[in-house]
């Protein structure tokens, strides 16, 4: 399962032919779009609808899986004090995993490149938690940069190798979630405890 061509890729500030450039040049044929809401206010090229219109012109195709790999799931049982998610916990949540699944299967059948809206892979979902999965399964991520150049998962500068163990602990002060895999920042204010 490791030569299957799956690619990560973050939209960035890109204008979109620039965008469909950099997937032509690694030839992927199918964005897998990860964000939760598929909408940027400051990139507008790409909302969901604009974008699936703009690759269908060059000819790649769009799947979204937001709903089932997005970094940020509804429930408040992903989510720790501070507004972190819990990684650990989403990656076993059934939704996630026929996500993963459904992800895969698409691999197998086409060049996939999961996308969401940061450039960098080391701060982004994609990279923390969707990358890790995948390679939990045997399947190697290439993670296409900028200015077009990939990377494997080790050159990612905060990859480390993942050893730290997937846990939660209760703080003994407030009660609340900790973990050591879990989202870099809170990303949802209004879902905290």
Sequence with gaps: MADLGIYSVGHSVHRIDAFVGLLHRHRVEVVTDVRTSPFSRFNPQF???VLEKELEAAGIN??????ELGGRPPGDEFYDHDGHVLYGRLAESPLFRAGLARLIQQADR???AIMC???DPAGCH???LITRGLRSRGIEVTHIRGNGDAESTEE???FGGWSDPVYEEESLLDGSLRSSWRS???VSP???R
């Design 126 to 128: 994609r990279f923390i």
């Design 190 to 192: 209004g879902r905290r």
């Design 62 to 67: 769009y799947l979204f899986l937001g709903e």
């Design 156 to 158: 990612i500068t905060s």
């Design 184 to 186: 870099t920042r809170p």
């Design 47 to 49: 909302n969901r609808h």
């Design 110 to 112: 086409s060049r996939v």
């Design 117 to 119: 809206s940061e450039e």
